[in-house]
């Protein structure tokens, strides 16, 4: 039985410009994004009182809280801070999965020591060393131990024991497994669907024919099924860029034009990538249904092109479904291979 905890930190962002700045402290506190898209990067937990929320566009905010303190965005200072905390993780496990720089996974399966016993002390050691406060779950795998750690936010930690997965499963509203959004909430609202045990009540190829692949996925998730190991060193294995259009296109001709700029977005991106090498060219599709498609082909340079292609087979699959979300992307060869190749 695995041992998994994950880590989240307490409205990161603000915590860290609060304890630079201590008039700011008692006050509700915003960190504003880059200025071009005016949106808020997270609010402290005195803002989230009047309902600022991330991703919250700043003069909405500032209509629901005219006192929020505004401070801008530090990324570099945010990135020193995440690396401390990340080696207080490493004094305790190597398998740590960081997820952003606020959050990771840790494996803590090799330990004698109760888990929930050694997140405690990870939380104190970053209380300590950071003057930061970090919430914890405690679970036997990725996806349940991801759920716990909202439990008891803020500067909290909630355990799932194996024995209690099933009675805690049933409870969750849907909305909280992975991949589960605002649309696709609403739909399985329409089924009757509102908690994991509402889902529950699908069996396997009812779930295969109603979503696809995905459906043998969700049917796992949402009874806290999840094998998902921790991946410390994780190596990127794809960059891609996806859209849900705020009304499902129709026809092939409209996703064109999206698809082109995306494509456009894709290329910056992958600049910060330019060590790797390409293995090949994806177009993924979601459809109003809710199932989705993958088409892909091998190719080692962006060409619009083959997107082209990929978008065609793409949407012949889904025989005229109308499309909700487009993605394009790449996927890398294995760096580990490249070696091998050479060795040979
Ligand atoms: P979160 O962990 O989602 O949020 P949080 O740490 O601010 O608050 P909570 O206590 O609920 O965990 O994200 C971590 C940081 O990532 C956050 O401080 C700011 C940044 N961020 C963005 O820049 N944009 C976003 O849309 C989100 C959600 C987070
Ligand atoms: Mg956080």
């Known amino acids: 039985m695995r041992k998994i905890v994950h880590i989240d930190m307490d409205c990161f962002y603000a915590a860290i410009e609060e304890r630079e700045d201590p008039t700011l402290r008692g006050k509700p506190v915003g960190v504003a994004g880059s200025s071009r898209r005016g949106v808020l990067t997270t609010a402290n937990y005195e803002a989230r009182k009047f309902g600022c929320r991330s991703a919250m566009p700043v ?39 960081p997820l952003s720089l606020d959050e990771a996974y840790l494996d803590l399966s090799h330990l004698q020591t109760p888990a929930a016993t050694v997140a405690r002390e ?12 970090a919430s914890a779950g405690i679970g036997p795998n990725k996806l349940i131990a991801k759920i716990a750690s909202d439990w008891n936010k803020p500067d909290g930690q909630h355990e799932i024991r194996p024995d209690e997965v099933e009675a805690f499963m049933k409870e969750l509203p849907v909305g909280k497994l992975w991949g589960v959004g605002g649309k696709m909430r609403a739909k399985l609202e329409t089924l009757g669907v509102r908690t994991c045990g509402d889902l529950q009540r699908f069996d396997k ?27 410390s060193h994780r190596i990127r294995k794809s960059v891609s860029s996806e859209n849900t259009f705020r009304e499902n296109l129709t026809c092939l001709d409209d996703l064109r034009p999206p698809m082109h700029s995306m494509l456009d977005g894709l290329a910056e991106d992958l600049v910060r990538h330019d060590d790797r090498e390409i293995r090949s060219l994806v177009v993924k599709m979601k459809f109003a249904d809710f199932t989705r498609t993958t088409a892909e082909k091998a190719h080692a340079v962006l060409d619009a092109g083959i997107f082209e292609e990929l978008l065609a087979e793409a949407w012949q699959r889904g025989q005229g479904k109308p499309v909700r979300l487009l993605g394009v992307g790449v996927r890398f060869r294995d760096p580990e291979e490249k070696v091998q190749l050479e060795l040979l």
């Open 122 to 133: 990870i939380r104190n050691q970053i209380r300590e060393e950071t003057g930061l406060t």
């Open 205 to 231: 190829i009812g779930m295969s024919r109603r979503f696809g692949k995905w459906g043998l996925e969700l049917w796992e998730l949402c009874r806290g099924i999840d094998a998902r190991e921790v991946e």
């Open 59 to 97: 003069f909405k905010a500032l209509e629901l809280c005219p006192q929020l303190v505004l401070v801008p965005v530090r990324f570099e200072l945010y990135q020193a801070e995440s690396a401390r905390i990340r080696a207080i993780f490493g004094r305790f496990t190597e398998k740590i999965e």
